[in-house]
């Protein structure tokens, strides 16, 4: 496969141009990422609703920054309160994030910005980062088949998310837990990461580079559709425009058959982010970054990515890598405090999916009807009659 580049060109930060600007979706798998909606499932779900890079507030004027900015003064205190953990100190560059998400409208950008906060009282997402899947044993199994994790930083000092499309399989817990753990890890990049990058790099830092990996990816993968949907729902209305490139390697035959799809179906700007490398897409890695970032399936040509490979100490995806001690850490330690206050309620933490939006539906039944097709091409029977697009 030859690499396509869908014009991404690399930023240069300088004091003026990287003044404080935004902050991440997804998808998940997004999922992990922007808002993935299911690009090979998973992918086409990250893609589908993501935006190009942002170049000093692109399409936002700062006439509509301000009526935006105007209109969120009139917030009530709990609103405005967990407003504080979305920006992070970077008002503007969030208002810009929602008003891309939104085509510049400003209208459209408030309600969006007003429902993602209210969705976060409702769901109490402010204290998410208190609550540890227990037991670890629990905690692992949803790493070993949620493959996604911190690589690196970039040479700009943009966090590396890598993530295993292909051998996800999302079948070793219960949706609810998943979808915590994708939550977390949003809120820790947003809450953690990237602050710390910001005041690393002494330039802010608001958005990441995600390398998907689809080793493994197989018509299989669309009985997993349902928790791509609803992860990358979660990612594209409330965490929008946190990623800048899509790199994906290790594309096999269905990603291309996929990819032919639902590319004409996906937004110029949504295009530009996309770059389908080829092999293991180590070489065009290098440039952006340096080797001790590329994830452990870029190192070597023909080496993939596999969930079986946690013996080796750059695995970005097990439990046992410092990012994932880190963050579980770092979580267990938040409820130990709390519990000094208030103890916490143990369990899976249950969150409203909201319903996904038009553009993404359409995605996800075009896909489906051609997958179909592919599918009985190659004598393979996958009854998709009982998958739904709502929350679980």
Known sequence: MKEEQLDTPSRRRTETSRQPWPFLTVPFLP???????????????????????????????????KQLAALMDQLDEPLKITFQNVHQGYTNETLVRFL?????????????????????????????????ITPTELYRAVRDSQLIGLSGYSKEGQPVFAIGVGLSTLDKASVHYYVQSHIQINEYRDRVVLPAATKKYGGHIGTCLKVLDMTGLK??????????????????????EKTETYYI???????????????????????????VLHGCGRDELLKVMDYASLP??????????????????????????????QLYNYIKQRALNQEFIVPIKQGSFHVDVPEPDSEGTKIVKTLESELHKFGDRNGLAHSMKDLKIDGA
């Open 296 to 325: 452990h399936f870029c190192r070597r040509e023909g080496s993939g990515s596999s969930r079986y490979s946690s013996a080796e100490a750059d695995d970005c995806f097990s439990l046992d890598h410092p990012f994932h001690q």
């Open 249 to 275: 390697v290790n594309a096999p035959c269905i990603f291309s058959a996929c990819w032919k799809v639902v590319k004409p179906l996906l937004q110029e700007r949504t295009r530009r982010k996309v770059r």
């Open 100 to 132: 891309k998400a939104r085509e510049g409208n400003v209208n459209k950008a408030h309600k969006m910005l007003v429902d993602c906060l209210n969705w976060r009282i409702q769901n109490e997402i402010d204290n998410i980062l208190f609550k540890p």
């Open 219 to 240: 018509l299989s993968a669309l009985s997993q559709i349902k928790l791509l949907t609803i992860i990358s729902t979660i990612d594209d209305l409330n965490y929008p």
């Open 31 to 65: 999922l992990l990422f922007r808002s993935p909606l299911t690009l090979t499932l998973a992918l086409v779900a990250d893609l589908s609703l993501v935006s190009p890079p942002d170049r000093r507030m692109g399409m936002a004027s700062q006439d509509a920054i």
